[in-house]
Each structure stands twice: as C-alpha cells, then as structure tokens.
C-alpha cells in the first residue's frame, strides 16, 4: 500500500517538473510565429506602399497624386485628396493599413531619388516624381513577445526596404 502512493507522489512531482518546461516551449512557439507573420506583413506593407507611391505619383493625369509632383506637373488640391503632393502622407497610411496587428512602435520613411539610407532625415528633398525616379519605402517595426521576456530578452526590431521605379 505504501509502494502505491508513492508513485502517484512521484508522478505529481514529474508533472510538476515537466508542465512549466512545456508551456513555456509552446509560448515560444506561438511567439516564433508571430514574428514570422509580423516580418511577413511588413515586408508586405512596404511592397504595397512603395507600389501605391508609383500608381499614385504626381503627376496631372492622376486624381489623387501623392509624393513629390513631376517636374512639368502642375497638381490642383482637390477636397477628395486629404494628402495631396508633396506630401507623404498618403503613402505612409497605406503601409500602416497594412500592419495594424503588428503593433503600435511603427515608423514608415519614404524617399525619392538614389538615397542610400531611407530615413526620416534622408527623404530625397530635391527629387521628383517624374518617370525612372526610383522610391524607397522603410518600415520598421518593434515586436513584443512573450516568452523571451520571462527568460529576460527584449523584444525583437524588425525592418523591410523595397525600392520601385516611377513608370507612368
């Protein structure tokens, strides 16, 4: 009788030993995927921003132009366009339509022209938005997590650059 109730202690004890190893490992798998899909949605976002700056460049032809206007183009502010060229604006808010889960600690850059850091300082100030101009949209992001900040790490800073070229 006594051999029986010491295995049942034994086993609470093994359980004890090994639940909080294992739930530990299935946060840190969750939040593996969690920075997976938040590197993928901002690569994306900067895809589709930079995208959005070439469609939506200003020029005349374009309802809503966006970005520095082209050298020739004379661009008239209409009530429909709440950001209208120069301004960057509108490009920023595409690429943080596309991150609203990632989280708030974002900041989105856009440059014109051949900037080799695209940041908030660096912008292309003198380029247009005339054709082969190329645009460089940066998204940065910061992603909590929440195992590694109970082993004491911090959270992971992730970024993604894509670069297109005027056609229109």
């Known amino acids: ?37 938040a590197n993928d949605a901002i690569s994306n976002a900067a895809r589709e921003a930079a995208r959005y700056a070439i469609v939506h460049g200003g020029s005349e032809s374009t309802a809503c132009p966006v970005g520095p206007p082209a050298q020739a183009a004379v661009v008239t502010p209409s009530e429909d366009c709440p950001f ?12 943080r339509q596309w991150l609203i889960a990632v989280g708030p600690d974002v900041s989105v ?6 900037v080799s850091v695209c940041s908030a300082d660096a912008d292309g100030a003198g380029a247009t938005n005339s054709r082969g101009t190329p645009v460089t949209v940066s998204v940065r992001a910061t992603v909590s997590l929440g195992a590694p900040s109970v082993l004491g790490m911090g959270p992971f800073d992730l970024s993604s650059t894509s670069t297109m070229v005027v056609s229109h």
């Open 84 to 95: 209208p060229s120069p301004s960057r604006q509108a490009i920023k808010d595409v690429a």
């Open 109 to 114: 850059s856009v440059c014109y022209g051949s």
């Open 1 to 37: 009788m006594s051999r029986r109730s010491d295995s049942r202690g034994q086993a609470l004890v093994e359980f004890a030993l090994v639940v909080p190893i294992f739930v530990l490992l299935l946060v840190a798998i969750f939040d593996l995927g969690h920075v997976v899909w």
